[in-house]
């Protein structure tokens, strides 16, 4: 009795080290995958510089937190979603100057992206301060789509999620920022395909805000 006392401390034992063993080795694997995100800060930086200056905007783009780690797989599979959606607010979003500073807005506009860990999910904001979002001209679009009847109630939380359809745009002017019909829909695909989401909100004249939530790990 006494020798299985002592064969079943030693196997506890061994499994218990068997374990740390495993967690560390978990561990040294994900440090490994781990990559900053300032990794991709410069190109989105010279992405967000040469489409001002295609459009002749004045935009000031910041990024907070750019140290948190990301990913490899997750960060690289971001770039072009980030891309997009940096180019859709300096084109859709940001006034030029004249109407900023007559709506009493600076003439440099301001487009930001803070990334925090909340728990076991990293958060991505993309916010400017805009114009906000088109939300009669979406309505509009929702219901020459069929998307609503023209006598439905809806938020204008709910109604901001429309630009998330497939081929959903508003532009009347095809261009290279917007109004090819590809778009959020393909950002908020790619996001899923994480195991992320994305939330819009947006105040009219104030700007737009876009949330993306994504587990730590895939």
């Known amino acids: 009795q006494d020798a299985l006392k002592i064969l079943t401390r030693q196997t506890d034992s061994l499994l218990i080290q068997q374990t740390r063993m495993g967690a560390e080795l978990q561990d040294a694997i994900m440090r490994t995958r781990m990559i900053p995100f300032s990794r991709i800060s410069p190109r989105l930086q010279r992405i967000a510089r040469l ?4 459009l002749r905007k004045q935009v000031e ?8 780690e990301f990913e490899r797989t997750v960060l690289n599979r971001l770039v072009a979603p980030l891309e997009h959606m940096l180019r859709n ?3 859709h979003g940001i006034e030029d100057a004249a109407t900023r500073q007559q709506a009493g807005k600076p003439a440099m506009a301001n487009i930001t992206v803070d990334i925090n860990k909340e728990g076991s999910e990293l958060i991505l904001k993309l916010s400017d301060d805009g114009a906000g979002l088109d939300l009669t001209a979406i309505r509009k679009k929702a219901e020459e789509r069929s998307l609503i009847k023209p006598d439905t109630v809806i938020s204008d939380y709910e109604l901001m999620q429309f630009i998330l359809e497939p ?3 508003t532009a009347k002017v095809v261009t290279q920022i917007s109004g090819r019909g590809v778009g959020m829909d393909v950002v908020n695909n790619e996001i899923k395909q994480l195991n992320g989401a994305l939330h819009i ?4 004249g104030q700007g737009t805000l876009f949330e993306i939530r994504l587990p730590l790990s895939l």
Not at 51 to 54: F, G, I, L, N, S
Not at 201 to 204: E, G, N, R, V
Request: proline content about 0%; glycine content about 10%.
């Open 167 to 169: 081929s959903f745009s």
């Open 51 to 54: 489409t001002a200056r295609e």
């Open 61 to 68: 783009f910041i990024i907070n937190g750019e140290n948190i």
């Open 89 to 91: 607010a300096i084109g």
């Open 201 to 204: 909100y947006s105040k009219t």
